[in-house]
């Protein structure tokens, strides 16, 4: 990888991974449509733990409070983290799940660029709905477990590429009545599992394949994820509590209209 490239899409994962507009797509489409190598797993397995890194800082007190709660749970002292605690593990059932029947579907058929196109447009026009209809009553600390399996499904839902997972959990928590914050807020921590899940998968097909690595460039691809990641949630976290979801609604209708574009005219 060139350090262009390297520069690019350690930044890509990183404020992608956390805003509603698919980190998948947009790590797929510069390979797609400028002709890039795969990065490879190691460096997917870098920017992975620097986001990782990111969200877990952002929210160290939140996360700090769901361990604890959630370890007091184990011997029976029930706590409101300690709850929330084994709501995440039970929202990261569906997509684990997913991930392990359909993997090989995921990794080949589904990466097709038209497939990007589409559920770009019909996820952010969904998101577009959740939004414009929430009805905001509720908070994370009030979900209920029908509502925490309803957002895990659609978690598993955006192993789909162009889905968007933080996206498709946004929308499905405003659905189940939550706020903007809220739902990005359990979205965020959702992510702390799945990514862990994600980072293994990927380890355990490193170990299988190993590569040459480049200490060098997975260094660097690691620290641009974090502190692109680290300052996206800071951002995105206030964006949404004044202009609501609309900006990423307008960005996701319009990539997805320029990919058909691109792909009808251009890629032949």
């Given at each position: ?49 620097g986001t990782l ?56 058929v589904l990466r ?157």
């Amino acid at each position: 990888m060139s350090t262009i490239e390297i520069l690019i899409l350690s930044i890509i994962q990183g404020i992608t991974e956390f805003l509603p507009i698919s980190s998948s797509a947009h790590l797929i489409l510069p390979s797609a449509i400028l002709g890039w190598e795969d990065q490879g797993v190691a460096f997917d397995v870098a920017v992975h733990v620097g986001t990782l890194a990111a969200v877990v800082l952002y929210f160290r007190r939140d996360v700090g409070r769901i361990l604890v709660g959630w370890m007091h749970s184990l011997r029976g002292q029930q706590s409101t983290h300690g709850t929330l605690g084994w709501m995440l593990i039970v929202a990261t059932i569906p997509a684990g799940l997913a991930g392990l029947l359909f993997a090989g579907l995921i990794e080949t058929v589904l990466r097709s660029p038209w497939v990007i196109a589409c559920t770009t447009l019909i996820f952010g026009s969904l998101l577009w709905y959740a939004d414009r209809t929430a009805k905001q009553q509720t908070d994370v600390m009030h979900l209920s477990w029908r509502q925490v399996l309803v957002i895990g499904v659609a978690q598993a839902v955006s192993l789909i590429p162009g889905t968007s997972r933080s996206g498709v959990t946004m929308t499905a928590g405003l659905m189940m009545g939550l706020d903007r914050a809220s739902a990005a807020r359990f979205s965020f921590l959702m992510s702390i599992p799945i990514i862990v899940l994600i980072g293994l998968y990927q380890t355990s097909k490193l170990i299988k394949n190993p590569e040459i690595y480049d200490i060098p460039a997975l260094g660097l691809g690691m620290l641009l994820s974090f502190f692109s990641a680290l300052v996206c949630i800071h951002l995105f976290l206030k964006i949404i509590s004044r202009m609501g979801m609309l900006p990423f609604v307008i960005y996701r209708l319009a990539l997805g209209i320029g990919l058909v574009i691109f792909l009808t005219w251009f890629a032949g």
